[in-house]
């Protein structure tokens, strides 16, 4: 299989001298603000016993951040593509710094849950400007390896959250350390916010459509928390909210609709919907993308849960063990970011199948080693063969999905790739703990909850696996 041509849609600027060191600042923006969607996991008894509040409120502490992220991000991208990168980076990263000194100062459960859904909308605006940035900056073999160090920030962030988490806790007390999870990113954020200003140039005048399309991100949003939202109730033991089930097709038909209309008649959509049907390989690249953190973002959280609850692992062991898999992250990254120029789709599908052995390898050994003292053998060499194949999955990815995307749609297309991975994981969190839960429930063996939930993770791999395959096999025989 060979790789895709790449053919640009708008004449290609010339480049930008300082665009690596704008994508190294944006890039440690997006880390810090995909870092705080793992690092609180291993924090949640600390979380639940400092402040004396239930199991299902400090849920909404991990999940509120991942709806509003989701919700938010499709918008945000168009923001970014119509007001210029800079001014969203900066707005993003002024409200995230806010909600983070409010998290870590929250007197009460309340106050920190509403702080965290801000922090999660603050980083659902910084997000897409990423790829944004990535699509405006680099073109060809470079904006692969640009993606390459986008997908190794995604990769590893994931990977190292509960890492941090855990030193955080053993080094502040665990009846306060899950503040300073928090507060930690108001100096960093600060810094930030300077090199922002420095270091991202405003658009020039007349290069961006200023117009907003109001209904198209109202309707999408509602589509997209009717969607999240009972996923998130649910893994606090609510029903109520599976009602809202029934207006995510109607919901989405209208944001469908609307947007193919305005397209017709020369307004400003949220997000042309064409792309979905004349530019290969996009829509295709959303589906890969999503069924891929279905399955993949709940495991740290299974294994989070596994280690802590079911085999009594402190919060900074837990992190310890879960290292390797940012390790083998760190490693395939880059490297998948540069091969995709040359390889196409089939570095995607390698890295699935290298990731889906890791973690089988990793079910049968930690079966054999649960209750022996070389447990974290057993955990370490699969989890790092998963995290060599997880790392190649995620820049491919974004370069083959946003390779034919015009630049000056690069937001808003990138916020609705990203945008599927947010809902991909909060589903994929939900599933993959209510399968662990079932499987350890009538045993109350948390070996056979570990087994149940992977193999409901390797399901979900699985349909991710068959898209690519069928993309793979679509390119090549447009190429034919």
């Not at 991990?62 to 991000?73: D, H, I, M, N, R």
């Not at 200003?197 to 020039?204: N, S, W």
Request: net charge neutral; hydrophobic share 50%; aromatic share 6%.
């Amino acid at each position: 299989m060979t790789a895709e041509p790449e053919t640009q849609t708008d004449a290609a600027p010339e480049p930008d001298p300082a665009r690596w060191r704008m994508l190294a600042v944006t890039l440690a923006v997006g880390f810090m603000s995909l870092l705080d969607v793992t690092i609180v996991n291993v924090a949640i008894p600390s979380m639940r016993s400092g402040l004396d509040t239930s199991a299902s409120t400090i849920q909404w502490v991990v999940s509120g951040y991942a709806l509003t992220f989701g919700l938010v991000l499709v918008t945000g991208g168009r923001l970014g593509d119509a007001w210029g990168r800079r001014r969203l980076m900066l707005i993003g990263l002024a409200g995230f710094v806010l909600a983070s000194a409010a998290c870590g100062l929250a007197p009460s459960a309340g106050v920190l849950v509403v702080a965290r859904l801000v922090q999660g909308m603050s980083a659902g605006l910084l997000a897409p400007q990423n790829t944004g940035l990535i699509q405006e900056l680099f073109t060809g073999a470079e904006r692969g390896k640009a993606f390459g160090l986008f997908g190794l920030v995604v990769s590893v962030a994931s990977g190292i959250g509960p890492v941090l988490g855990g030193i955080i806790i053993s080094l502040a007390g665990e009846d306060g350390g899950w503040r300073w999870i928090f507060l930690v990113n108001v100096p960093i954020g600060l810094v930030l916010l300077v090199a922002i200003a420095r270091m991202v140039p405003d658009p020039e005048p007349g290069e961006r459509d200023p117009r907003l399309d109001l209904l198209g991100a109202v309707l999408l949003g509602a589509a997209v928390l009717c969607l999240l939202l009972p996923v998130v109730a649910l893994e606090s033991r609510d029903t109520w909210a599976l009602a809202l089930l029934v207006g995510v097709p109607l919901f989405a038909w209208g944001f469908l609709a609307y947007e193919r209309r305005l397209s017709r008649t020369g307004g400003a959509p949220l997000l042309d919907v064409a792309l979905l049907r004349r530019t290969p390989g996009y829509g295709n690249g959303i589906v890969v993308g999503t069924l891929y953190f279905t399955g993949f973002t709940g495991v740290f959280l299974v294994l989070s849960v596994y280690l802590q609850d079911g085999l009594g692992y402190s919060t900074l062991v837990t992190g310890l063990l879960l290292t390797p898999f940012a390790i083998g992250s760190a490693v395939s990254s880059p490297w998948a970011g540069r091969a995709v120029s040359r390889m196409g789709r089939v570095v995607v599908i390698g890295a699935l199948v290298v990731m889906m052995s890791g973690l089988v390898l990793m079910v049968l050994l930690a079966g054999v080693a649960q209750d022996r003292p070389w447990l974290w053998a057993a955990l370490a060499l699969p989890l790092l063969v998963a995290g060599l194949g997880g790392g190649a999955v995620v820049s491919p990815n974004f370069t083959l999905t946003l390779a034919e995307v015009p630049p000056r749609m690069g937001g808003a297309a990138g916020g609705a790739l990203q945008t599927g991975q947010r809902v991909g994981s909060a589903i994929g969190a939900a599933v993959l703990v209510t399968a662990y839960q079932l499987g350890a429930g009538s045993s109350q063996d948390p070996g056979d909850g570990l087994r149940a939930a992977i193999g409901t993770a390797l399901a979900l791999l699985l349909l991710a696996l068959g898209a690519a395959l069928f993309d793979g096999w679509r390119r090549r025989q447009s190429q034919d």
